[in-house]
């Protein structure tokens, strides 16, 4: 099945509003006709509104970094779907590695708020990847099996059809130090696999994005792979031209 390549943008905790619609201000130009992939940017929760203004009329779409799984309530300092849709955004990153790490997000969070953001309208980017001592480990098909097992209940095959994997091996993520094309795509394939005994069909139209230390130079190695559907790029994002590059690679133009 042919799928349409797809590059995110997570900008983290960077940029100001002002900044923000600067990058983006300097993107659209660049990529926001380009066709053969979708394109989205994640900016920080304060920069959406602005950020979604500046994007209108182009290709590029609008995503969250989080979201809570409840629509609203007492949940102090959370954002939920409800608000990042009425914001324009039609993506949003659950599990990123970061949130696990930093904010003691458990697989079976993450699994709520994959399985929330579908009813929401807002396309889950799912975030699964080992540590390097689960590597080191040879854990790497076990822990990937299970965050996308409990990151992905109860989905319909419709929903699970529209669902984005981003593989990102936690020790890859801002080192410097990307996977080979070889390695991630042999997990990406894994993870395909396990998403075909659960859903069917459905597991062949699943995009699974490449993450971690993607750059303009070695975009190629990732977009060649048979089973890798795009990249989830976090400091090469940041710059409006690295991430045109990386980009227009993963249509095919570079
Ligand atoms: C990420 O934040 O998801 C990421 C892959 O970061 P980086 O590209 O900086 O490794």
């Not at 969070?109 to 001592?133: D, S, Y």
């Not at 998403?195 to 993607?214: H, M, N, P």
Request: proline share 5%; with cysteine; charged share 20%.
């Amino acid at each position: 099945m042919a799928r349409v390549p797809l590059v995110a943008g997570n900008w983290k905790m960077h940029k100001t509003v002002r900044e923000a619609v600067e990058t983006v201000s300097a993107l659209v130009p660049l990529v926001g006709a380009v066709e053969g992939v979708d394109i989205v940017v994640c900016p920080p929760f304060t920069a959406l509104a602005d950020v979604g203004r500046a994007l209108a009329g182009s290709k590029i779409e609008l995503g969250a970094q989080d979201m809570h799984w409840e629509p609203q309530g007492a949940y102090t300092g959370a954002v939920s779907g409800p608000m990042l849709w009425d914001l324009g955004c039609t993506y949003v990153i659950v599990g990123h590695s970061e949130r696990r790490r930093h904010f003691g997000e458990t697989d079976e969070a993450v699994g709520r708020k994959t399985a929330v953001a579908f009813a929401q309208e807002l396309v889950p980017i799912l975030c699964v990847g080992e540590t390097l001592e689960e590597r080191d480990a040879g854990r790497t098909e076990e822990v990937v099996a299970r965050q996308i097992r409990l990151g992905t209940p109860d989905l319909t095959p419709e929903a699970a059809a529209q669902l984005v994997v981003a593989y990102e091996p936690v020790w890859a993520i801002g080192t410097g130090r990307a996977a080979t094309g070889e390695e991630a795509n042999r997990v990406s394939g894994l993870i395909r696999g396990w998403l075909r005994k659960r859903f069917g069909e459905a597991a062949e139209a699943v995009r699974i994005l490449y993450g971690g230390s993607v750059t303009p130079q070695n975009i190629a190695e990732f977009a060649g792979q048979p089973e890798i559907d795009g990249a989830l790029v976090g400091g090469a994002s940041l710059d409006p031209h690295a991430f045109a590059a990386i980009v227009l690679a993963a249509a095919g133009r570079a």
